[in-house]
C-alpha cells in the first residue's frame, strides 16, 4: 500500500523559514518524479514543485526563487525548502507522485500557517 507521510509544517512569521519532508512508502521510489502540492482553504489543491527522476525540478510562478524542492532516493524522501515566506503560503502542504497511475492517495499533509 502507497503512504506519503508529511511533517515539517508550522507556524512562522512572514520572511521566515520552513523545510517540509515527505517519507513514500509502497513505491519504487526512484524512479517516480514526485511533487509537493498545496491546498489552502476553499481553494483548489495545486502542484507547486516537482522533481524529477534525474533530479531536474520545475516551481509555479509564485514560489520560484523561494521555495526548492529535492530528493533523497535512499530515504525515499522528498524536500521542500521554503523561505522567505508569506500570508499567500499559508496551506496544507502534501507530497504525491507525479508517476504513478492512477495518483495514490493522498497523506495527511502538513500545516503552514504564516502570520503577516
Known amino acids: 500500500q502507497v503512504q506519503f507521510v508529511e511533517s515539517g509544517g508550522g507556524l512562522v512569521q512572514a520572511g521566515g523559514s520552513l523545510r517540509l519532508s515527505c517519507a513514500a512508502s509502497g513505491i519504487t521510489f526512484s524512479i517516480n518524479a514526485m511533487g509537493w502540492y498545496r491546498q489552502a482553504p476553499g481553494k483548489q489543491r495545486e502542484l507547486v514543485a516537482s522533481?524529477?527522476?534525474?533530479?531536474?525540478?520545475n516551481y509555479t510562478a509564485s514560489v520560484k526563487g523561494r521555495f526548492t524542492i529535492s530528493r533523497r532516493n535512499a530515504k525515499n524522501t522528498v524536500y521542500l525548502q521554503m523561505n522567505n515566506l508569506k500570508p499567500e503560503d499559508t496551506a496544507v502542504y502534501y507530497c504525491?507522485?507525479?508517476?504513478?497511475?492512477?495518483?495514490?492517495?493522498w497523506g495527511q499533509g502538513t500545516q503552514v500557517t504564516v502570520s503577516s
Open positions: 522533481v524529477g527522476i534525474t533530479g531536474s525540478t
Open positions: 504525491n507522485s507525479l508517476t504513478t497511475a492512477p495518483q495514490p492517495s
